[in-house]
């Protein structure tokens, strides 16, 4: 079973950093966000080595970007990966 949860995320994946952070992105988050763009999605065990946080620090910080519309969460469970729309 796979779940999409789409918000209003933006579609443009190659949004200049600083509109990322007029968006509420802190300085670490952006860093998920280049890689993000770089490999076309993310983990919360790839975001907590990149950013340097524990897994739970790194699942409020993913989610507040699902939450803000910066990207999208897919899959579920241990599967669960971020991405743009």
Do not use: C
């Amino acid at each position: 079973m796979v779940t999409v949860t789409l918000y209003s995320a933006q579609k443009e994946s190659s949004l200049p950093i600083d509109d990322w952070k007029r968006l509420g992105a802190t300085d670490r988050q952006i860093k998920a966000l280049v890689y993000i763009q770089q490999s076309g999605s993310i983990s919360r065990k790839e975001y907590a080595q990149i950013a340097g946080v524990s897994p739970s620090s790194a699942y409020r910080d993913l989610t507040d970007l699902v939450q803000r519309g910066i990207h999208v969460s897919i899959g579920i469970g241990s599967q669960l990966r971020y991405g743009f729309a």
